[in-house]
């Protein structure tokens, strides 16, 4: 039993005496464990401290100690991953405080981040170039638009159809019922957030519009069509978290003179790292060794590739979505995300490109990067956002991502 001051109280204490006003007059019973709003009443009625059973503020100050040092644990871990040169700017820093404060709850709860591996191997041997390689040689003969599933067809040739409408649609959707399922539940998330949920196709169709579906079914095609990437070398369902986790962060980071959160914005954030499959397709143990190589030197994984191979998994997707007729900007958008100053819409890259380092810094999925990217100059200021909103963008984000990574892979293991 101890005194522990009202401000230490917590949700669940257990009072160790009655709990009495200034004024002798009965608040509580002895036993009673306490409420979240029961210990704001307690601040309200001036009461500053209560007898809890097994603890006391000392104890409390033990605690509050141990959780600064793993504070200091959490820090000390990512500062490997996010080197201080990197933090300059101030949504850097920001970027760093929120997610080692992420770290450290988890780790409060028990959590232990796996040691980090890095390469030791001769350098010489790792820079093995591979010479004669194009992002066009390796698309050609690559994953055909031919090899999607025919409902992505039906979907686009009745979009081009001159009064189709959404019954049409509707009727072409209700005859898929993985793709009717995936559709409804999502249009329930709070990625749309509607307030009524919305029960039939027909429905969500009228709600979300025709492009969006088409869109959202040719994310589960793609997302079908790349099954087949041998899982030794990179396993999927950590692969598309980290795309939707871009695509969300894409879709959110709405600069500030602009109102809607545009959809093509979370297409091209999901097929983001597109290219990385294929050379993890194509490449397999040439892809193996430009992950060593980040390690090696500790950059990012793009930069790796470019030494390499001469290009990054950024030109290759590029690439390989004009060559499946996907509409602009999103190839350019993805061709660019990791050097956005170089592209000709400059403003939509911007946001591909910071909402890749935020999905790297949390470490939602696997990007196949280690370290955190560094901030292209002028990326952020181009949104027009202010750094205190990317603590909300981060919430508002992960609730989500979680949600729509769900709605694709919910209950169904990695394929
Ligand atoms: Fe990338
Ligand atoms: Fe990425």
């Known amino acids: 039993m101890g005194r522990v001051a009202t401000a230490n109280l917590k949700e669940g204490m257990t009072l160790a005496e009655d709990l009495k006003d200034s004024a002798g007059r009965f608040v509580l019973p002895r036993g009673a464990a306490l409420t979240a709003k029961q210990i704001r009443m307690l601040k309200i009625w001036g009461i500053f401290s209560a007898e809890i059973e ?161 869109n959202l079914a040719l994310a589960a095609s793609t997302m079908s069509v790349f099954r087949d990437v041998p899982s030794e070398y990179v396993s999927m369902r950590p692969f598309w978290e980290h795309a939707v986790a871009c695509g969300v962060f894409s879709r959110l980071l709405v600069p500030s003179r602009e109102v809607r959160q545009e959809e093509r914005f979370f297409l091209a954030g999901l097929f983001h790292d597109l290219g990385r499959l294929v050379l993890y397709r194509r490449l397999p143990r040439e892809m193996t060794g430009a992950l060593r190589l980040s390690r090696r030197l500790r950059i990012p994984l793009h930069e790796a590739e470019r030494d390499l191979f001469g290009f990054d998994h950024a030109a290759l997707g590029r690439t390989l979505l004009a060559s499946w007729r996907i509409p602009d900007p999103i190839p350019d958008l993805v061709g660019f995300h990791h050097n956005f100053a170089e592209t000709t819409a400059p403003d939509g890259a911007a946001r591909l490109h910071v909402a890749d380092i935020l999905s790297i810094a949390l470490q939602i999925g696997t990007s196949g990067s280690l370290f955190v990217p560094p901030l292209e100059r002028g990326a952020w200021e181009s949104l027009g956002l202010e750094v205190e909103a990317l603590q909300g963008i981060i919430t508002q984000g992960e609730r989500q991502i979680a949600e729509i990574v769900n709605v694709f892979f919910g209950g169904e293991g990695t394929s």
């Open 54 to 214: 097994g603890s006391d503020d000392e104890r409390i100050e033990e605690e509050r100690r141990a959780s600064e040092a793993i504070r200091r644990q959490a820090e000390a871990f990512l500062e490997t991953l996010f080197p201080a040169p990197r933090r300059g700017h101030p949504v850097m820093a920001e970027l760093f405080r929120v997610c080692s404060g992420r770290l450290a709850a988890r780790m409060e709860s028990g959590f232990r981040p796996d040691p980090i591996s890095f390469e030791s191997g001769s350098l010489d041997t790792l820079r093995r170039h591979r010479p004669g390689l194009t992002p066009d040689g390796l698309i050609r003969g690559e994953i055909r638009l031919a090899s999607f599933p025919d409902i992505y067809f039906k979907i686009r040739e009745l979009l081009e159809t001159p009064y189709a409408s959404a019954v049409h649609l509707a009727e072409v959707v209700g005859k898929d019922p993985s793709l009717s399922a995936r559709l409804l539940r999502l249009v329930n998330s709070s990625f749309y957030g509607f307030p009524q949920p919305i029960e039939s196709i027909p429905r969500a169709i009228a709600i979300i519009g025709t492009t969006e579906l088409s």
